[in-house]
């Protein structure tokens, strides 16, 4: 894994406190892909330094660190965060069919019966459902819409998502939008 720029790097986890006397620390996995995770995975932490991974139990959230083996050793890890690449992601984690990564949804632009409703900002989950914040296409600011929204991002709200050319179509966003 070579040092990637960092705009690249995509915070996954976070370790926690440390358990037991060997080094075991606890793991909160940030992201939708567990499977990332695994005995020899290595990722960039926050301390500016890689670490891999040697024992990885997700049924318990616990993992150990190459080369740490006391508690002592253990503590310094309090809090670090983990990070990845997207290039690291793509080839790690496993997409279902009509399934996308955050990072490949930012940026793309929305559009409901060839109007232009906006730019995908980010992506907000609420309870259980993902939705794209959005900012509001400049001319419909202009006629008296909000600068932001959010649109859900489930059937029947999304019909189509062509990544490539960075492109969603929806139904029923600029019914949100008028109503925001």
Same mark, same amino acid.
């Given at each position: ?59 318990? *959230? ?5 080369? =740490?083996?006391? &508690?002592?050793?253990?503590k310094r890890f309090t #809090?670090? @965060? ?17 399934e996308f990564f ?41 006629? *008296? ?5 959010? =649109?859900?991002? &489930? ?6 998502? #062509?990544? @490539? ?16």
């Amino acid at each position: 894994m070579s040092k990637p720029f960092k705009e690249q790097l995509l915070h996954i986890a976070t370790i926690g406190k440390t358990v037991g006397i060997h080094g075991d620390m606890k793991f909160h996995d940030k992201s939708d892909f567990p499977e990332q995770f695994f005995n020899g995975s290595t990722f960039f932490t926050n301390l500016k330094k890689e670490i891999t991974l040697v024992d990885v139990d997700l049924n318990r *959230g616990l993992i150990r660190i190459e080369g =740490i083996n006391s &508690i002592e050793d253990a503590k310094r890890f309090t #809090n670090v @965060k983990l990070f990845t690449t997207r290039d690291e992601t793509r080839k790690n984690c496993h997409l279902e069919e009509g399934e996308f990564f955050w990072f490949d949804i930012d940026d793309c632009e929305v559009y409901e019966n060839d109007i232009h409703l906006g730019t995908v900002h980010e992506i907000e989950r609420i309870a259980i459902t993902d939705y794209l914040a959005m900012i509001t296409d400049e001319k419909l600011v202009q006629a *008296g819409h909000p600068k932001k929204f959010l =649109i859900p991002f &489930i059937k029947p709200f999304r019909v189509s998502v #062509n990544i @490539k050319k960075k492109i969603i179509i929806v139904e029923g966003g600029m019914d949100i939008l008028e109503a925001s």
